[in-house]
């Protein structure tokens, strides 16, 4: 687990080349096929020696809730177990771990009326009325969700207007953990300059590599609009502006370098609640020793290859 450009997927070809272990990816972005520089995706060569589960089996047009991401690891996790192999899960989309290791509250279907009647309000008053409108019902979520989340303010909102319950108590009332012993391994630069650095010099190495092309790709196909939940993906989002002529393109990079920060930020925020995870400090590259002598003490049964 980890921020973005914290080092997981270098620590995860890693673990791989030693340990008994298959990837499963934990990233809402690496589902999708053809968006391959702005997620920061492995190599096809690398994919290919070391396979990682839940990469590029969609396309962007189609959606992938938390609800598809638990099934699936589930399944995976079973199937991997069954070969007697560990499943190792990388990524940095909180709410993924969170719904694997925590459940699915039992939720309303969306409601058309319902979801009409937010849109126009967002329309007429703004999302900033609808956060606060959620501040009143369900503090809690809407702490946790960002002012200008439409999406999740909208879904938050519409639970509420469906059951009478907030988000957060349906939630609280689950309890669907995993059965298995979960080792939490949490990665990040302890220096948080070091991570904004890395975050900048990384985005502006992808739009040298052709990450406006491949947004251009994505930009021409008639199925593909603001609304998909590939195309708001933190960097997408903000290229898509450049080509639409909504900013030019140095404030498109600086957007897209300030969006990811953000994102960061708000990872950062969950991991430090994991009581239970242990945090390794990537600012001078990956922590092999440390990282190794961890394992052997919690996993001895792992017969590590150091």
């Not at 938390?66 to 990524?91: C, E, N, S």
């Not at 988000?167 to 939490?184: A, C, G, H, Q, S």
């Not at 996993?299 to 290859?305: A, G, H, M, S």
Request: with cysteine; charged share 25%; proline share 6%.
């Amino acid at each position: 687990m980890g921020p973005t450009a914290a080092g997981k997927t270098d620590l995860a070809i890693k673990l791989a080349q030693d340990y008994p272990v298959e990837i499963i990816s934990v990233d809402s972005a690496l589902v999708y096929r053809g968006m391959d520089i702005g997620t920061a995706k492995p190599e096809p060569a690398v994919l290919e020696q070391y396979p990682h589960h839940l990469v590029n089996i969609l396309e962007p047009t189609e959606s992938y809730s938390v609800g598809d991401f638990r099934r699936d690891a589930l399944g995976l996790m079973a199937d991997i177990t069954k070969r007697k192999k560990i499943p190792l899960l990388v990524g940095g989309t909180m709410l993924y771990f969170k719904a694997l290791q925590q459940g699915l509250a039992d939720l309303p279907e969306a409601d058309k009326i319902v979801r009409a009647e937010l849109d126009a309000l967002a329309s007429d008053k703004g999302l900033s009325y609808l956060h606060a409108r959620l501040s009143e019902v369900d503090p809690i979520s809407a702490k946790r969700i960002h002012p200008n989340d439409p999406q999740r303010i909208q879904r938050a909102l519409e639970v509420y207007e469906i059951t009478g319950k907030s988000l957060t108590e349906l939630t609280n009332m689950t309890d669907n953990t995993i059965p298995y012993r979960v080792t939490k391994m949490i990665l990040s630069p302890f220096d948080r300059a070091v991570l904004h650095q890395r975050i900048a010099e990384r985005y502006k190495v992808m739009v040298a590599s052709g990450f406006i092309d491949e947004v251009q790709n994505l930009f021409t196909n008639p199925d593909c609009h603001t609304e998909l939940p590939a195309i708001r993906a933190v960097g997408y989002r903000q290229v898509w502006q450049y080509l639409a002529g909504e900013v030019d393109l140095p404030t498109s990079i600086d957007k897209a370098i300030i969006a990811t920060r953000q994102m960061a930020k708000r990872q950062l925020t969950w991991l430090r609640a994991q009581n239970d995870g242990t945090w390794f400090d990537t600012g001078l590259g990956l922590p092999m020793d440390q990282v190794n002598n961890f394992l052997s003490d919690k996993l001895p049964e792992l017969n590590i290859n150091t």
